[in-house]
């Protein structure tokens, strides 16, 4: 069965632009979360859905970033007027619930 | 602040021989641990879990926990090249909540 997808794999945009990065989680799999990974650096948590419902946003690092999953399945981040330190990896993890996590390939987002 | 630390290494092993990475962790209470593989440019894959005090072995790979110590291995046996990547400790409060990462250890397996 196929994985996490998420898209696009790479982003370049501009500092202030905004952009949107989309997560596909494994079907059936009711818990969704994001991470937000920096060069030599472990995944970090950013926000974790159980269905529709986002239950967990407190590591989202500012008011810029935004993310929802309307129908409870595919889940899109969003970040606005986006800054050079938003530069990293996003990856989106998705399992049962209380089953571990698997990850999808990530988006590396550039900013310039 | 929950907090979950591992050596960042490098760790250089010879091929064939056991290459041992260790992490310690600061929640008490935490009640699940994973050891996730990361080759560069690649996502997290998953290669143990592991909840009792013990060991957990599957395949070449043993995963160790301690919860009195707050520590938790993973030994990875007649250790080869492609087994060179980044293993990233993660831990799980508890419940259906986001995993608490390490920074990772970088392993190179030399042929």
């Known amino acids: 069965g196929a994985g996490v997808s998420q898209s696009p794999r790479y982003k370049v945009a501009k500092r202030g632009q905004d952009v949107a990065l989309r997560c596909d989680p494994i079907?059936?799999?009711?818990?969704l979360f994001w991470y937000q990974q920096a060069l030599g650096q472990g995944p970090e948590f950013l926000t974790y859905f159980q269905n529709e419902a986002q239950l967990d946003k407190s590591g989202l690092p500012s008011d810029r970033f935004f993310a929802e999953r309307p129908e409870g399945s595919v889940s899109t981040l969003k970040i606005q007027r986006t800054q050079q330190e938003d530069s990293a990896v996003y990856l989106c993890a998705s399992s049962l619930l209380n089953q571990p996590q698997h990850f999808g390939d990530g988006t590396r987002l550039s900013i310039l | 602040q929950k907090e979950v630390e591992q050596n960042s290494g490098p760790l250089s092993v010879p091929e064939g021989a056991i290459a041992s990475l260790n992490c310690t962790y600061s929640?008490?209470?935490?009640?699940?641990f994973f050891w996730y593989r990361q080759y560069s440019g690649k996502s997290p894959e998953l290669i143990m879990s592991i909840y009792s005090n013990g060991d957990k072995e599957d395949g070449r790979f043993t995963a160790q926990l301690n919860k009195a110590s707050q520590y938790v291995s993973l030994l990875i046996r007649d250790s080869q090249p492609s087994d060179s990547a980044t293993y990233l400790c993660?831990?799980?409060?508890?419940?259906?909540?986001?995993?608490?990462f390490g920074k990772g250890t970088r392993l190179s397996v030399i042929a």
């Open positions: 079907s059936g799999h009711v818990s």
């Open positions: 993660a831990v799980n409060p508890g419940g259906n909540t986001p995993l608490v």
């Open positions: 929640d008490r209470g935490s009640q699940s």
